[in-house]
């Protein structure tokens, strides 16, 4: 069997990381969740006050950037890859609504972008990889073998995500959490550099009406036809 690159792209909420997880896991790649380096650079934002509801220090962040140092750390118990920022465990921070808030903002930033593109071009020079995010078909892995595009309606998806926030405990509104995904996606689909666009070479997943089960299903075919 040949290794190869799996670039996996879509909506906010829309299960990528559920799907990129279980199939790297089945196939024994790697698997690189890019949206928890976004929102771990968010999170160092507003840790440094350069972020909040009504003021964004944009130059600031860019010139903090030589000194945020992002590494995922493999934690065996969990079965999956933790985000440390700074040798730090952030894993639960860079998950809460707050981030959420900000992440696409940050996200805007050029020279953001570029850092994380090179370290994400670096991790997956091997191949062997599962990548997921909004331009990894596009832009981080425009040659990868297989190209998935998820998409889903945005209240399924804002329910499944508030479905995950109170089983967490966080106090939230499902109001709140369409709201947040909505505004995602038209900053993520609206700005000018490296905006979500579906790569012509990509396959479509619609998931509004399919399970988990079913999704692994038809994406492992697509694999074992690439392969
Ligand atoms: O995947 P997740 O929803 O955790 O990503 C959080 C945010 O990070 C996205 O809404 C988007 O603004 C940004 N992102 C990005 N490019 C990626 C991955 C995430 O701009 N490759």
Redesign the pocket.
Known sequence: NKKITIAIDGF??TG??TLAKQLANHLGYVYV????M??AVAFFAMQNGYISTDFFEKESLINSLPFIRLQFKFNADLGFAEMYLNDVNVETEIRTIEV?RF??KV?EVSEV?SKLVEQQKEMGKDKAIVM?????GTV?FPDAELKIFMTSSATTRAQRRYDELVQKGDAVTFEDVLKNVEE?DY??THRED?PLVMADDAIEIDNSHLNRKEQFDLVLELVTDTI
Do not use: L
């Open positions: 906010s909420s990528k990381s969740d890019t949206g928890a976004y929102r959420s992440v696409s996200a972008r997921d995010g909004r331009d990894i981080v995602r900053i993520d490296s």
